[in-house]
């Protein structure tokens, strides 16, 4: 009985040192992918003198209109020498361009959110519910689609755009945005989850399709559709490649644009514009956590 006793003991304690050991190698790895994080906020509250002096110009213009490198010493610095506002006073009141580009990121990215789940629900629905040869040719085009990279759809989405006349208008990112395949194939995954003998039981009690959809599928894929919802607000809140090919007009460009082509000059004020960029996503994360954990994790199912 000792020997069982001390044995156990043994083992308890190993696995307390593997726990303790898993939780430290955790902490080390969040703190490095957070680092570039931590740089950005407290470079936000330095003055420009301090970030010219830390960075310095690592970059010089060629004749050419090219980048190249004409210093390689950077000094990262954590902790700012003096507290000051002045980046943020100068963004949101002396420059009033990058509150332009912020609620250009808004206006873009809001409305492609909800109506492509609008949409998305819909055609989840069509493609869970019924089935036949050309549904699921349509839904293996979706699948084809959602594979191919933005860039391999970006010189059609150009020319469809063009042939229009929405070239360099919002339409020329809403639309493209609105019909994206994402959400329809990951919203009919979830809602093919759904037991039939619920639906099949709500049509014996006489309920109609609108009602089997509103009161029965659409509460079952919340955390779906809050997962995905999140996900698509993310990928076009940092979209780059559409405003460049689409919108020649730059105070139509959101804000995204301008963290992609940060010039020398603007090196101290980028630090503040990435800080006030981080807010809403960072929000809507912290907000929408447990349903994006949810919804990945239980994918529609029904819990029981």
């Given at each position: 009985m000792?020997l069982?006793?001390?044995m ?7 696995d ?19 680092l570039?994080i ?7 509250f330095?003055?420009?003198?301090e970030?010219?002096?830390n960075?310095?110009?690592?970059f010089?213009?060629?004749e050419k ?10 000094n990262?610095k954590f902790i700012p020498d003096?507290v000051?506002?002045?980046q943020y006073?100068?963004v949101?009141?002396k420059?009033?361009?990058y509150?332009?580009?912020f ?9 492609i959110?909800?109506?492509q789940l609008?949409?998305a629900?819909?055609?989840?629905y069509g493609?869970s519910?019924?089935d036949?040869?050309?549904?699921r040719i349509i839904?293996f085009?979706y ?11 970006l010189v059609?989405n ?10 360099d ?21 979830f809602m093919r989850?759904?037991?039939t003998?619920?639906i099949?039981a ?8 609108w009602?089997?959809f ?10 779906g ?5 999140i ?5 076009f ?6 405003p460049?090919i689409?919108l020649?007009n730059t105070d ?15 090196i ?5 514009v990435a800080?006030?960029?981080l807010?809403?996503p960072?929000?809507i ?8 954990v949810?919804g990945?994790?239980?994918?529609g199912?029904?819990k029981?």
């Amino acid at each position: 009985m000792n020997l069982l006793q001390k044995m156990y003991k043994r083992r308890k304690r190993i696995d307390n040192y593997k726990t303790v050991l898993v939780t430290i190698a955790a902490f080390i790895f969040a703190f490095i992918f957070l680092l570039p994080i931590i740089l950005t906020i407290t470079n936000s509250f330095m003055s420009s003198s301090e970030i010219s002096a830390n960075y310095g110009s690592i970059f010089a213009t060629t004749e050419k209109g090219g980048k190249i490198f004409i210093s390689k010493t950077v000094n990262l610095k954590f902790i700012p020498d003096m507290v000051t506002f002045s980046q943020y006073f100068t963004v949101l009141f002396k420059s009033p361009q990058y509150l332009i580009k912020f609620w250009n990121s808004i206006i873009y990215t809001v409305p492609i959110v909800a109506v492509q789940l609008g949409i998305a629900t819909l055609a989840a629905y069509g493609f869970s519910r019924y089935d036949s040869k050309v549904k699921r040719i349509i839904f293996f085009a979706y699948i084809i689609m959602m594979l191919m990279p933005y860039q391999v759809t970006l010189v059609p989405n150009f020319l469809v755009s063009k042939a229009l006349g929405i070239i360099d208008t919002r339409w020329s990112i809403w639309l493209p945005g609105f019909f994206s395949p994402f959400a329809v194939y990951l919203l009919t995954k979830f809602m093919r989850r759904i037991p039939t003998e619920v639906i099949e039981a709500a049509s014996i009690d006489g309920a109609d399709e609108w009602y089997i959809f509103s009161r029965i599928n659409m509460p079952l894929c919340k955390g779906g559709i809050a997962s995905i919802a999140i996900l698509v607000f993310f990928d076009f809140w940092n979209m780059v490649e559409q405003p460049l090919i689409l919108l020649t007009n730059t105070d139509l460009h959101p804000l995204s644009v301008f963290l992609s082509k940060i010039n020398s000059g603007e090196i101290s004020l980028a630090f503040a514009v990435a800080v006030i960029y981080l807010v809403p996503p960072l929000l809507i994360f912290l907000y929408g956590e447990d349903y994006l954990v949810e919804g990945i994790s239980y994918q529609g199912g029904i819990k029981g």
